[in-house]
């Protein structure tokens, strides 16, 4: 509670909290409403001095007001308040948890009509009937108000709960247990504070027009996809927690390796050809396939000229890189989405329609960009050697910009990445992607220090490091790989080896600053970023702006043709849930023995940290996906 507000009180019974508010916060503003009539509130102990006390403080009173039909209110028309207040509601006399959860939803419904845009609610319930872990002890939560579900239903999610400071209201005595003028047990009371969600928005497809190979291409991103594209998460000056993450994972390397990070801007496409020469160990089906709208032979200046420029860390470990994902707005448009399928899909890659990929891995491009290093770096000795303007004894510079075999510099490159993934906790869609490599002398094991300095980096945050052939993996649990290090004979020298190393920072960020999963990285809620404007350092908890937000479980089940494609059926399901499906599990199949077709049965779990999440909205979101399997993967819902 503070003062300067406009408070509305409701559900008073002898107006001794109101009074009590009216003391101790002479400034605020404060309309206190009662549902009963007022010759039946004055017969409550003590509530003629309150309503008076209330008045003389230049408080307004209003009674006969229902807090389930507030907007009915005449009186309250056209108003807005920063504060709505419920302090220990009750249907009255031995109500069960049924009515006192349609008490609440109704509630939060109306009091939403008359709340300003950032303002609060705040309800105060006794111990264990809000159902949250807050509550000790805890109910079933089927025996509780399920406070956070019915908060849910009219956008809003609950931001604190702390005590219900019985000792700072002291002539508050509240009343109506049980009908009667008795009170309720409020030294162990908690009070929630709720607060508006942000709406989900509406699916959108993304067409993009960007350079690939010298061409001009125009290419669809799907719904499922669309909103992680061009969110500049690792532009220069971000406070998002994977460029905080990057920034710190380049200056624990830095004491050791020189780091030069490009800022040149790659293509999100990749031709079949790119994928395999650099990453043959690629499945096809974990690639996301792209339809082209139309491709242009002559690439024009303005979209084919890569201005190369690189960036050495200085001694903070900071570079003014500036991924693909910050992208020019003229080279995108925005249109509704109309279908997953129509333009960008998981198709056979040996389809002539479809030879391109959304990038898997930065690898080809960061070898297209050494390689023109190279040969930018070998054009420049020429002219030293045709002008005789060469240094005797100066070895041949490689393509890090310094001598082979004796190279301490790492260069680097980062982005955002793409996977065809089922719907996971830990396998983000789409995540960014920290690629360094170098060439080093082979005698000094360069992949072993590289590995061991990571290892040095990342322990404190529960990462491990496992050999495998070739190289190491960087593994933490729950979440799994989360980088890896390999190396390769690259080098002039026979004696030098190409180490790469290669970093999910999305799933190191949920690492580092303990977030419930990697979605929460994609929120658009403004909370979620000011939590790291003050620069939090990796391992402090980030502290969630929606608590316990409550899950919901649907089944679905449905008939399919001899052939049924998974990873489609999981892309729907992102696009038609709006990424609050968490979890897919199979749970019964049937083959038909006449009629070659198969039944599916999953169970998905719907559950959101960024948005208010009711049981209304995510059944909406099921019967949207019901309609989308239909129409889009010709299945027949059962």
């Given at each position: 509670?503070?003062?300067?507000?406009?408070i509305?009180?409701?559900?008073e019974?002898?107006?001794?909290f109101?009074?009590?508010?009216?003391?101790?916060?002479?400034?605020?503003?404060i309309?206190?409403t009662?549902?009963q009539?007022?010759?039946?509130?004055?017969r409550?102990?003590?509530?003629?001095?309150?309503?008076?006390t209330?008045?003389d403080s230049?408080?307004?009173?209003?009674?006969?007001?229902?807090?389930?039909?507030l907007?009915?209110?005449?009186?309250?028309?056209?108003?807005?308040?920063?504060?709505v207040?419920?302090?220990?509601?009750?249907?009255?006399r031995?109500s069960?948890?049924?009515?006192?959860?349609?008490?609440l939803k109704?509630?939060?419904l109306?009091?939403?009509?008359?709340?300003?845009?950032?303002?609060?609610?705040h309800?105060?319930?006794?111990?264990?009937?809000?159902?949250?872990?807050?509550?000790?002890?805890k109910?079933?939560?089927?025996?509780?108000?399920?406070?956070?579900?019915?908060?849910?239903?009219a956008?809003?999610?609950?931001?604190?709960?702390?005590?219900?400071?019985?000792?700072?209201f002291?002539?508050?005595?509240?009343?109506?247990?049980?009908?009667?003028?008795?009170?309720?047990?409020?030294?162990?009371?908690l009070l929630?504070?709720?607060?508006?969600?942000?709406?989900?928005?509406?699916?959108?497809?993304?067409q993009?027009?960007?350079?690939?190979?010298?061409?001009?291409?125009?290419?669809?991103?799907t719904?499922?996809l669309?909103?992680?594209?061009?969110?500049?998460?690792?532009c220069?000056?971000?406070?998002?927690?994977?460029?905080?993450?990057?920034?710190?994972l380049?200056?624990?390397?830095?004491?050791?390796?020189?780091?030069?990070?490009?800022?040149?801007?790659?293509?999100?496409?990749l031709?079949?050809?790119?994928?395999?020469?650099?990453?043959?160990?690629?499945?096809?089906?974990d690639?996301?396939?792209?339809?082209?709208?139309?491709k242009?032979q002559?690439?024009?200046?303005h979209?084919?000229?890569?201005?190369?420029k690189?960036?050495?860390l200085d001694?903070q470990?900071?570079?003014?890189?500036?991924?693909?994902?910050?992208a020019?707005?003229?080279k995108?448009?925005i249109?509704e989405?109309?279908?997953?399928?129509?333009?960008?899909?998981?198709?056979?890659?040996?389809?002539?329609s479809?030879?391109?990929?959304?990038?898997?891995?930065?690898?080809?491009?960061?070898?297209?960009?050494?390689t023109?290093?190279l040969?930018n770096?070998a054009?420049r000795?020429?002219?030293?050697?045709?002008?005789?303007?060469?240094?005797?004894?100066?070895k041949?510079?490689?393509?890090?910009?310094?001598?082979?075999?004796?190279?301490?510099?790492l260069f680097?490159l980062?982005?955002l990445?793409?996977?065809n993934?089922p719907?996971?906790?830990?396998?983000?869609?789409?995540?960014?992607?920290?690629?360094?490599?170098?060439?080093?002398?082979?005698e000094?094991?360069?992949?072993?220090?590289?590995?061991?300095?990571l290892?040095e980096?990342?322990?404190?945050y529960?990462?491990?490091?496992?050999?495998?052939?070739?190289?190491?993996r960087?593994i933490?649990q729950?979440?799994?790989?989360?980088?890896?290090?390999?190396?390769?004979?690259?080098?002039?020298?026979?004696?030098?080896?190409?180490?790469?190393?290669?970093?999910?920072?999305?799933?190191l960020?949920?690492?580092?600053?303990?977030l419930p999963?990697?979605?929460?990285l994609?929120?658009?809620?403004?909370?979620?970023?000011?939590?790291?404007?003050?620069?939090?350092?990796?391992?402090?908890?980030?502290q969630?702006?929606?608590?316990y937000?409550?899950?919901f479980?649907?089944?679905?089940?449905?008939?399919?043709?001899?052939?049924?494609d998974?990873?489609?059926?999981?892309?729907?399901?992102?696009?038609?849930?709006?990424?609050?499906?968490e979890?897919?599990?199979?749970?019964?199949?049937?083959?038909?023995?006449?009629?070659s077709?198969?039944?599916?049965?999953?169970?998905?779990?719907?559950?959101s940290?960024?948005?208010?999440?009711?049981?209304?909205q995510?059944?909406?979101?099921?019967?949207?996906?019901?309609?989308?399997?239909?129409s889009?993967?010709?299945?027949?819902?059962?």
């Amino acid at each position: 509670m503070c003062s300067s507000r406009n408070i509305l009180l409701v559900g008073e019974g002898n107006f001794s909290f109101s009074a009590s508010v009216s003391q101790l916060y002479s400034e605020t503003n404060i309309t206190a409403t009662c549902l009963q009539h007022q010759d039946e509130a004055l017969r409550h102990e003590g509530a003629a001095t309150n309503i008076q006390t209330v008045q003389d403080s230049g408080g307004e009173l209003i009674f006969g007001v229902d807090c389930t039909k507030l907007a009915e209110c005449a009186s309250l028309q056209g108003r807005e308040f920063d504060r709505v207040v419920f302090n220990f509601p009750h249907c009255g006399r031995k109500s069960g948890v049924k009515k006192n959860r349609e008490l609440l939803k109704n509630f939060f419904l109306s009091c939403v009509q008359l709340l300003s845009e950032d303002g609060e609610v705040h309800v105060s319930l006794c111990n264990g009937q809000g159902g949250t872990p807050a509550d000790h002890p805890k109910r079933e939560w089927h025996n509780s108000w399920q406070v956070v579900a019915m908060a849910a239903e009219a956008h809003l999610i609950l931001s604190h709960v702390h005590s219900f400071e019985s000792d700072k209201f002291q002539s508050y005595k509240c009343t109506g247990y049980r009908s009667q003028d008795k009170g309720f047990h409020v030294e162990k009371g908690l009070l929630h504070v709720f607060t508006r969600s942000l709406p989900f928005s509406p699916a959108q497809t993304l067409q993009v027009e960007e350079a690939v190979e010298r061409h001009r291409v125009e290419y669809n991103i799907t719904a499922e996809l669309s909103d992680y594209i061009f969110r500049g998460l690792l532009c220069s000056g971000s406070v998002h927690p994977v460029r905080m993450v990057q920034d710190f994972l380049l200056k624990g390397l830095a004491d050791k390796w020189s780091i030069s990070m490009t800022t040149e801007t790659v293509p999100f496409l990749l031709t079949a050809e790119q994928l395999q020469a650099s990453c043959p160990d690629f499945k096809s089906t974990d690639c996301c396939w792209i339809h082209l709208l139309q491709k242009h032979q002559n690439c024009d200046a303005h979209t084919s000229k890569n201005i190369e420029k690189d960036l050495v860390l200085d001694s903070q470990g900071h570079t003014d890189t500036l991924p693909a994902t910050c992208a020019t707005s003229d080279k995108v448009r925005i249109k509704e989405a109309e279908s997953l399928m129509s333009a960008c899909s998981l198709v056979d890659p040996e389809s002539e329609s479809c030879l391109y990929v959304l990038r898997p891995s930065l690898l080809p491009h960061m070898e297209e960009l050494l390689t023109k290093k190279l040969i930018n770096n070998a054009g420049r000795h020429g002219e030293n050697e045709g002008n005789n303007t060469s240094v005797e004894g100066h070895k041949k510079e490689g393509p890090f910009g310094v001598s082979n075999g004796v190279t301490s510099l790492l260069f680097g490159l980062s982005g955002l990445v793409f996977k065809n993934v089922p719907v996971n906790l830990w396998a983000p869609p789409a995540f960014h992607e920290l690629l360094l490599r170098g060439i080093f002398p082979s005698e000094r094991e360069p992949m072993k220090l590289l590995g061991q300095r990571l290892e040095e980096l990342l322990e404190p945050y529960g990462v491990s490091l496992v050999t495998e052939q070739g190289g190491l993996r960087l593994i933490a649990q729950p979440m799994g790989l989360v980088g890896r290090v390999f190396a390769s004979d690259e080098g002039d020298n026979i004696s030098d080896v190409c180490v790469t190393v290669s970093l999910n920072l999305d799933l190191l960020a949920v690492l580092l600053f303990s977030l419930p999963d990697w979605r929460l990285l994609w929120s658009h809620d403004p909370r979620f970023i000011q939590h790291f404007e003050l620069c939090p350092s990796p391992g402090k908890p980030f502290q969630p702006f929606s608590l316990y937000p409550e899950p919901f479980s649907f089944d679905i089940s449905f008939w399919t043709g001899p052939t049924w494609d998974e990873r489609k059926f999981h892309a729907v399901i992102r696009e038609a849930s709006h990424g609050t499906v968490e979890q897919v599990k199979l749970i019964d199949t049937f083959s038909h023995p006449d009629l070659s077709q198969t039944s599916y049965c999953y169970r998905l779990i719907y559950h959101s940290h960024t948005h208010a999440l009711s049981h209304t909205q995510a059944l909406h979101f099921h019967k949207d996906l019901e309609t989308f399997l239909a129409s889009r993967l010709q299945v027949t819902i059962r």
